[in-house]
């Protein structure tokens, strides 16, 4: 695959490991996992860390917007948009506690455009996050 089909955002939190933001083959795009960090900081919206960097407290409401709208960055980055989405799936590290005001907040974002979905709980991410995306879209 040529270099031309990776897409690194700039406005995009940066990958926290050897991985782009994306990759377009043919008239499709697909996005590494997105998770809620904000671009050129480790903070992530909701998220109280105490010193060793264990979770303490977190909020599944903040952490879905942030997730929606750095998935939405990616996409137009990429010459895409929220509206192109055809699959979304989505690693929740509390499905009993988080899934009813993450589902709510999804509905919010999908209202318009109805991606196929999977919502899996998964025990971690890489990061002390809650949510994460793997998407799939057009161009």
Known sequence: MSKESII????????????????KVGNLL?????????????KIPGVELDPEG?????????Q???VFNNVKTILEDAGSSWENLVDVTVFLTNMKDDFKAYN???????KD???CRTTVEINSLPT?????????ATI
């Open 128 to 136: 002390p996050i809650a949510i994460e995306l793997k998407c799939i």
């Open 54 to 62: 264990n979770i303490m407290s977190y909020d599944i409401v903040k």
């Open 8 to 23: 690194e955002s700039t406005k995009a939190p940066e990958p926290v490991g050897l991985y782009p933001h994306a990759r």
């Open 30 to 42: 697909f996005l590494s996992g997105v998770g809620p960090r904000e671009r050129g900081t480790k």
């Open 64 to 66: 879905c917007h942030s």
């Open 113 to 115: 455009n109805l991606p």
């Open 104 to 110: 709510k907040v999804y509905a919010e974002y999908f």
